[in-house]
């Protein structure tokens, strides 16, 4: 079936530097990409939709120049952490699907945790 | 903007008993998705409800869409400590550049002890 992968699994950073977690689609192409945040025990929320080959729509109160997104292949989409601070720590998950009528696929997340 | 409310937020059970989670909104989706996630993992996916007044069953699961696919409901029977996880219901937008797009419940935290 289909599999999205994501890198890293978990990742520890010191605040004010920048980390890069990727979602690669294994067996499909992935015209839309989406980015989650999930604090603990608790739902998803959504972040962006990352379309391949323009920019991402982010939603209300997700500051796009902090949460960079790229989606430069229809295999890959990165999310970019800039200038990390501790509140940014969290369980961050991507999803993918290979068109509007396909089910989504998740990743299975990354923890970050920022120092 | 969709919202989906999910409840209960948490349940805990002993092993053998029944259990209903209910998601509701006051708007129509296009289908409803059912997920089960572990900690540290990613939601994996139980099942989609696309039909108005459909019902699923998987092994000791069954789900809901209510007629006018606003709400559904997930019950399971004689619940296991297997079954223990965090229950997401998730509603896809109708159409337009949205599409495919979910808006996630709450989510339910179900602990089954032995």
């Known amino acids: 079936g289909a599999v999205v992968s994501q890198h890293p699994s978990w990742v520890i950073c010191k605040s004010g530097t920048s980390v890069k977690i990727e979602c690669r689609s294994l067996?499909?192409?992935?015209?839309?990409m989406f980015w989650y945040r999930q604090f603990p025990k608790q739902s998803l929320m959504l972040m962006a939709t990352?379309?391949?080959?323009?920019?991402?729509?982010?939603e209300q109160g997700v500051e796009k120049d902090k949460f960079l997104i790229n989606h430069a292949s229809l295999t890959l989409s990165t999310l970019t952490v800039t200038s990390a601070h501790p509140e940014d720590s969290s369980f961050y998950i991507c999803?993918?699907?290979?068109?509007?009528?396909?089910?989504?696929?998740f990743g299975n997340g990354t923890r970050l945790t920022v120092t | 903007t969709q919202l989906l409310e999910q409840s209960p937020q948490f349940l805990s059970i002993q092993e053998g008993e029944n259990l209903t989670v209910y998601c509701n909104s006051s708007?129509?989706?296009?289908?409803l998705q059912w997920y089960r996630q572990e900690p540290g993992e990613g939601p994996v996916l139980l099942v989609t409800?696309?039909?108005?007044?459909e019902v699923k069953k998987l092994k000791r699961l069954t789900f809901q869409f209510g007629d006018a696919r606003k709400d559904s409901s997930l019950h399971i029977t004689a619940a296991q400590p297997g079954d223990t996880g965090l229950y997401l219901c998730?509603?896809?937008?109708?159409?337009?550049?949205?599409?495919?797009?979910?808006?996630f419940g709450q989510g339910t935290i179900l602990t089954v002890h032995p």
């Open positions: 998730a509603g896809a937008d109708a159409g337009g550049t949205s599409y495919g797009k979910l808006t």
């Open positions: 708007s129509v989706f296009s289908s």
């Open positions: 990352s379309n391949e080959g323009s920019k991402a729509t982010y």
């Open positions: 409800v696309v039909t108005g007044g």
């Open positions: 999803s993918a699907r290979e068109d509007g009528y396909s089910p989504l696929h």
């Open positions: 067996d499909f192409q992935a015209t839309t």
